[in-house]
Nanobody
Framework: QVQLVESGGGLVQAGGSLRLSCVAS????????MAWYRQAPGKQRELVAR???????NFADSVKGRFTISRDNAKAAVYLQMNSLKPDDTAVYYC?????????WGQGTQVTVSS
């Protein structure tokens, strides 16, 4: 079955870095666009970064210049490198793809940035 499994979250001080990983299975990873979303308490889930099957990327304005997204098709994995973290980056981060018209989500990984 389709699975997206995130890892790499944790507690970090402001200005620090984290690298999130998402390993996919159950579909042909290399042909799918992949994305990272996040949801902070009391807020709607928002797109953080997206990478197409060809490697093109786009980012939310709030993370441009601080976050990068990459993929390794051989490992069916997508990564989110987060630098210069801020308390406002605190959220649950979710890996996402679109399969047969439906959003597919991982279980999420918590990122907490202390001031």
């Amino acid at each position: 079955q389709v699975q997206l499994v995130e890892s790499g979250g944790g507690l970090v001080q402001a200005g620090g870095s984290l690298r999130l990983s998402c390993v996919a299975s159950g579909f042909i990873f290399s042909i799918k666009d992949m994305a990272w979303y996040r949801q902070a308490p009391g807020k709607q889930r928002e797109l953080v970064a997206r990478i197409t099957s060809l490697g093109s990327t786009n980012f939310a304005d709030s993370v441009k210049g601080r976050f990068t997204i990459s993929r390794d098709n051989a490992k069916a994995a997508v990564y989110l490198q987060m630098n210069s973290l801020k308390p406002d980056d605190t959220a649950v981060y979710y890996c996402n793809t679109l399969l047969w018209g439906d959003d597919c989500w991982g279980q999420g990984t918590q990122v907490t940035v202390s001031s």
